[in-house]
């Protein structure tokens, strides 16, 4: 019986048998391709699922916004006032990534902007977050590039704004490289779409690019499966998979969202559903089974770029720049003839019907007769063992202690400690990277990288916008899974919270090894234990996300990467609080604790290339307190400006404040406390703020209302960052370190 | 009743709603025009905004050069109707001929988006008149094909003419020649800019309002006329 290729497209045994059970027969040779990479890993969640339950939960407490869309769908909806609704989800797109850097990233972005686009909703920003191996390896020098680019061309080319993300580096991802891309979209409510094909008769329309052979098995055999053995993308196996990688057409896709909106617009279709991972095989089986219906589709109208294509193929193809919509035959004349304005291919492939059977024939010949909900609901769900990894403890205890790592000591030794650290690929400007991306299309940013959170306006009149942050520590999460997570959520949340926003929903992209390693399900299943708590904690519902396996090279796993998104709302934008320190004789004052954190800290990984003890202290309910000190801070005027202290810790915080405002600071540590810990530690919930003179009290009393621990740190002024009593650096000198380094590395 | 000022969109426009965010500001009536269409609706001035019209996979600008739109706004402009070509803009006006020259790719091999000091050099065309020459103005750059080549006696007779419309200073972020980032036809009427204005009108959103001086200028010609 067993004479079907299923090994070769990413079943395993068991799971070939029960497609017989399923079907009661043999599949086709189409219908055994359609389940395999409908029961992949990345399409099934089959071992993430009994996990993800948690994070449902978070959003079904009730409690921070009110969802008109959650996890699910292909992207949650926010209702953020006003009769305005935002959507926003992040995804990642790492092996494609590697094995071809520039198509593997363009098509990420191109990816998740279909994900929002098939909610009804505007595209109006991306960010991305990236990680790669030492940013001095070779293969790097490859790879960062060709990922930048491949961002950069796709996202401007279909004119949304990048206005942040996150870069990072470690031996880990050398050979496995991460690219998270988020896009936020913004509707109004009635422009909500549903991804369910319903009303028998009804025509299923293929709208946007030809099918090509691209992308064959990219969910299964590229993203299900780790890549067999060290090497750049460049090696035999590398090459071997290139087929599976998608190529990416911007221009097809902007004109493409711009069609769709318009169908929107018009109300001309019932249902629609963005083509990405499985492809023509996802969007039928998951639009029937969610509308509880069957489809017959002729599979030779799909217009194909290879006629000599095979029927699965096409089935299968993850060719980019498609969607499916389901329009009642009265208005079809109408949407072939708005796609024809835009120069958009539609073909009508096939029709709703009753019979709860998905039926799909090439030239006449029936290839598939299946259960639609077989494929897209009733894959196999896996309780993968766990297993607390046996290095963990050791890890634990190997605490950064000043016995074990030597600490700079003298106002000499800590200046040049600073100047290595702002300079080191960990902690230098990213502006290499974000100056190839637009942030100013749309005509809507208000604030975008460096800042901690871009901020977006969504209505001109009434200034609501909403901020944005993504965050992940993979060196947190190695050490503490589910405290690393939580620290992640932490950052974004602190980083929306600075701007004045009110945090109000929670995206997530959970980057990890494979899910046979037992060692990486324990972290995987801490990880969601700490962002389902941290939610909780926080009241904020997760309303959607992605997750990432097989992100390993032969047994050897990434450090696990959990990378969280955190929207926030602004009622009014133009009380937004940047991060620049730009008017001479400002306060400064320190919101929070600092306690001697040093594991997993960007000093031990920079300086001593550590990583052992724990991660700093997770503490939300401070976090809490923290931003509401921030959103009152903003809403009343108070706040000249504010910055998240993380990475780095103090000391970068500054230098990174005081290069974007364009002034000096005069700093005083606080007396009592080592200044290697004050100025390099990484506590959590601490901010750096900015304030005029005149609104000093009334900021501390503030402060003091919300319980948050405020302590002067100094005042604004001077072409230099002068931490008293110990060093000074002129700007111009901390210039030259922080910007020099990507140029330097990559051209 | 304010004039109108037509915004062109292509497919893979991307900044034209911006454009008639900025002509609204400086108190015009921006009016949409759409590439297939070759009427231009009774407007009195044209911008063609940044983008990559038609995916741009030829050369910038080389496809919508001609399209049913380009006719009219060609002949339009021959007449001396005042016409702003920004970025992909700029692009299809040298592609056009409406302008001398051509955009290559950045010297950096780079897209480059980064807030660009600029001088003005021309304060007598249909866009600069707001602004007086030696002016510097703070404005969005972001392409990357923004590299102004031309021959040498083309150049020489921009510079004679005073047909270079603004300079970037503080560095050349694209190795283009004389370091030009407008240029101007012979009468004024036809300004190509690889700098974005209309990302400059609101210091919420921009580097600056500098930007906004582009559109003022156009539309107090329109009223003195």
């Given at each position: 019986m067993i004479d079907q290729p299923f090994a070769a497209l990413g079943l395993k045994e068991e799971e070939y048998l029960r497609i017989h059970t399923v079907l009661g027969r043999r599949p086709t040779a189409t219908e055994l391709a359609m389940y395999a990479v409908m029961w992949s890993e990345h399409c099934?969640?089959?071992?993430?699922r009994v996990h993800l339950r948690r994070l449902a939960a978070t959003a079904r407490a009730g409690a921070g916004a009110p969802l008109l869309a959650g996890m699910g769908d292909n992207a949650g909806v926010v209702d953020v006032g006003g009769g305005l609704a935002v959507t926003f989800k992040v995804e990642s797109h790492n092996h494609p990534s590697f094995v071809e850097p520039y198509q593997g990233a363009a098509t990420g972005v191109g990816g998740i902007v279909r994900d929002i686009l098939a909610m009804g909703a505007r595209p109006v920003a991306v960010m991305d977050s990236l990680r790669f191996g030492p940013a001095d390896a070779p293969d790097t020098a490859r790879v960062l590039p060709g990922v930048v680019g491949g961002v950069a061309g796709y996202g401007n080319c279909l004119g949304l704004p990048n206005v942040g993300g996150e870069v990072g580096f470690d031996p880990?991802?050398?050979?496995n490289p991460l690219v998270n891309a988020l896009c936020l979209g913004v509707l109004r409510h009635e422009q909500l779409q549903r991804a369910a094909a319903t009303g028998e008769g009804n025509a299923v329309v293929l709208l946007g690019a030809r099918t090509g052979r691209?992308?064959?098995?990219g969910v299964s055999v590229l993203a299900s499966?780790?890549?067999?053995?060290?090497?750049?993308?460049?090696?035999s196996a590398g090459r071997a998979q290139l087929p599976s990688v998608q190529v990416g057409d911007p221009f097809t896709e902007k004109v493409l969202v711009e069609c769709c909106l318009e169908l929107f617009a018009r109300d001309l279709v019932v249902g629609v559903q963005d083509l990405g991972g499985a492809g023509l095989t996802c969007a039928l089986s998951e639009t029937s089974a969610a509308g509880g219906v069957g489809m017959r589709v002729a599979l030779e109208r799909v217009p194909l770029?290879?006629?000599?294509?095979a029927p699965q193929e096409v089935l299968v193809s993850?060719?980019?720049?498609r969607m499916l919509a389901v329009v009642r035959p009265a208005a079809v004349t109408e949407v072939l003839d708005l796609c024809g304005r835009w120069g958009v291919p539609a073909t009508v492939v096939g029709e709703v019907t009753a019979t709860e059977r998905l039926v799909v024939t090439w030239h006449g010949r029936t290839v598939c007769d299946v259960p639609p909900a077989s494929l897209a609901d009733e894959g196999p769900v896996y309780e993968r063992p766990l297993c607390r990894p046996a290095d963990q403890d050791q890890l634990v205890a190997d605490e950064p202690t000043a016995q074990r790592l030597l600490r700079p000591r003298t106002g000499a030794e800590l200046r040049a400690t600073l100047l290595r650290m702002i300079a080191s690929p960990e902690l230098c400007a990213r502006s290499w990277i974000?100056?190839?991306?637009?942030?100013?299309?749309?005509?809507?940013?208000?604030l975008a990288q460096p800042e901690d959170a871009g901020v977006v306006r969504l209505?001109?009149?009434?200034?609501l916008g909403v901020a944005l942050a993504l965050d992940g520590n993979g060196r947190f999460a190695r050490l503490d899974p589910y405290a690393g997570t939580q620290l992640a959520l932490a950052e974004a949340w602190r980083n929306v919270a600075v701007t004045g926003a009110r945090p109000l929903a929670v995206t997530d992209c959970l980057n990890f090894g494979s899910p046979e390693d037992p060692a990486v399900m324990w972290q995987f299943a801490e990880a969601v234990r700490g962002l389902a708590e941290g939610c909780a904690a926080l009241e904020l519902p997760v309303t959607g996300g992605n997750v990432s396996f097989y992100n390993s090279t032969g047994a050897t796993a990434i450090n696990p990467t959990p990378v969280v998104g955190v929207l926030g709302v602004l009622d009014?934008?133009?009380r937004r609080t940047p991060m620049?320190?730009?008017?001479?004789g400002e306060a400064l004052l320190l919101l929070g604790s600092t306690r001697e954190e040093f594991g997993g800290s960007a000093w031990a990984h920079v300086e001593h290339g550590h990583l052992g003890g724990r991660p700093p202290r997770v503490e939300l309910g401070a976090e809490r307190r923290l931003a509401e000190v921030l959103i009152a801070g903003s809403r009343d005027g108070v706040l000249s400006a504010a910055h998240d202290l993380s990475e780095g810790g103090l000391a970068q915080a500054l230098v990174e404040s005081c290069l974007r405002g364009g002034w000096g600071s005069r700093i005083t540590l606080p007396a009592g406390v080592d200044p290697f810990v004050a100025l390099f530690a990484e506590s959590a919930a601490r901010v750096a703020v900015a304030v005029a003179p005149a609104v000093v009290s009334r900021f501390t009393e503030l402060c003091g209302q919300h319980g948050v621990p405020v302590s002067p740190l100094g005042v604004v002024g001077g072409d230099d960052l002068d931490v008293e009593g110990l060093f000074r650096v002129p700007l111009s000198e901390l210039r030259t370190a922080y910007e020099g380094t990507f140029p330097r590395l990559f051209g | 009743m304010p004039s109108r000022v037509g915004v062109v969109t292509f497919p893979?426009?991307?900044?034209d709603v911006d454009a008639q965010r900025a002509i609204a500001m400086a108190g015009g009536e921006p009016v949409p025009l759409w590439?297939?269409?070759?009427?231009?609706?009774?407007?009195?001035a044209v911008v063609l905004p940044g983008g990559f019209s038609y995916?741009?996979?030829?050369?910038?600008g080389a496809i919508a050069?001609?399209?049913?739109v380009m006719g009219a706004v060609s002949d339009a402009a021959r007449a001396g109707m005042p016409v702003l070509g920004i970025c992909n803009g700029f692009q299809i006006l040298c592609e056009s001929h409406l302008l001398p020259g051509a955009l290559t790719r950045n010297a950096g091999l780079h897209f480059v988006c980064r807030d660009q000091r600029l001088r003005i050099?021309?304060?007598?065309?249909a866009w600069t008149s707001a602004y007086a020459v030696g002016q510097q103005v703070l404005v969005p750059l972001k392409s990357g094909e923004g590299r102004y080549v031309a021959d040498a006696r083309t150049v020489r007779e921009l510079d004679d003419a005073g047909r270079v419309v603004a300079r970037y200073v503080?560095?050349?972020?694209?190795?283009s020649l004389g370091d030009i980032a407008g240029i101007a036809n012979a009468e004024g009427n036809v300004v190509g800019l690889?700098?974005?204005?209309?990302?400059?009108?609101?210091?919420l959103t921009g580097p600056?309002?500098?930007?906004l001086g582009f559109f003022s200028s156009v539309l107090s010609a329109m009223v003195a006329a």
């Open positions: 099934s969640y089959k071992s993430s880990s991802y050398a050979g691209d992308g064959i098995g499966a780790t890549f067999a053995d060290e090497g750049a993308g460049g090696s770029r290879e006629t000599s294509m993850e060719s980019q720049e974000t100056d190839q991306y637009d942030r100013y299309v749309q005509g809507n940013t208000v209505d001109e009149d009434s200034g009014d934008v133009t620049g320190f730009a008017t001479e | 893979g426009s991307l900044d590439h297939g269409d070759a009427g231009l609706r009774d407007v009195d995916g741009d996979y030829l050369r910038c050069r001609f399209s049913p050099e021309n304060a007598d065309t503080d560095g050349n972020p694209n190795g690889m700098p974005h204005p209309e990302h400059a009108i609101d210091l600056s309002a500098d930007g």
